[in-house]
């Protein structure tokens, strides 16, 4: 993000955006406690102050400390903006954590075979619900068998995106469903 905004790449941009978001999204669904520093719910970047401060520059911690601008902040709030997208994101991720009990942390995770080394992918699931994460970590298009949601026991039909706010219908074992660079799928069978 930190070079994007410096040379005002727009697409570097939305890979930046879309980059923190599934990381994000990652801690969020993965269950335990989300992890934010200050910032990160923004779009702050590194904030390399702390060097002129001889009580602070022997700890690069404090690069991710920074100082609040508070007129950063109000940003969030006009449409287009980094701290825009970067806070509605942040925003609609809790809303879809609260709104899926079944991502609470009861040791209900269990890793799926995606078949593919750049999509890492987890079922939750506790009693009748379920929910599959899946997250594509590639700068490149990836692509995942129909079989990755059907090898722990029940078999789904149709797949709620609640990301993306879509339904995917669940397809043969010998096809594919398409995930776009660090594109990210919360899927819940309907």
């Known amino acids: 993000l930190e070079k994007a905004l410096e040379t005002n790449d727009q ?3 939305k890979t930046a ?9 990652m801690s969020f669904f993965i269950g335990g406690v989300p ?3 200050y910032g990160d719910e ?3 970047t590194n904030d390399y102050s702390y060097l002129q401060d001889a009580d602070k520059n ?7 400390r920074p100082m609040i601008d508070w007129k950063k902040n109000e940003r969030r709030n006009e449409i287009g903006t980094v701290e825009y997208n970067v806070f509605s994101n942040t925003k609609k991720l809790i809303s879809i954590r609260n709104s899926l009990p079944v991502i609470k942390d009861k040791k209900n995770l269990t890793w799926l075979h995606t078949g593919n080394k750049h999509v890492a992918g987890f079922l939750r699931a506790w009693d009748d619900k379920r929910v599959y ?11 995942i068998s129909w079989y990755t949601f059907k090898q722990n026991g029940m078999v789904p039909v149709k797949l709620y995106d609640h990301w993306r706010q879509i339904i ?3 397809q ?3 096809q594919y469903v398409q995930i776009n660079p660090y594109q990210f799928l919360i899927l819940e069978p309907r």
């Open 11 to 13: 697409n570097a941009l």
């Open 17 to 25: 955006i879309a980059r923190t978001t599934i990381m994000q999204a």
């Open 35 to 37: 992890m934010l520093f």
């Open 42 to 44: 923004i779009g702050y």
């Open 58 to 64: 022997y700890d690069n911690r404090w690069m991710h």
């Open 133 to 143: 994460c899946i997250f594509n970590f590639s700068n490149e298009v990836a692509n």
């Open 168 to 170: 995917y219908n669940v």
């Open 172 to 174: 043969y074992d010998h």
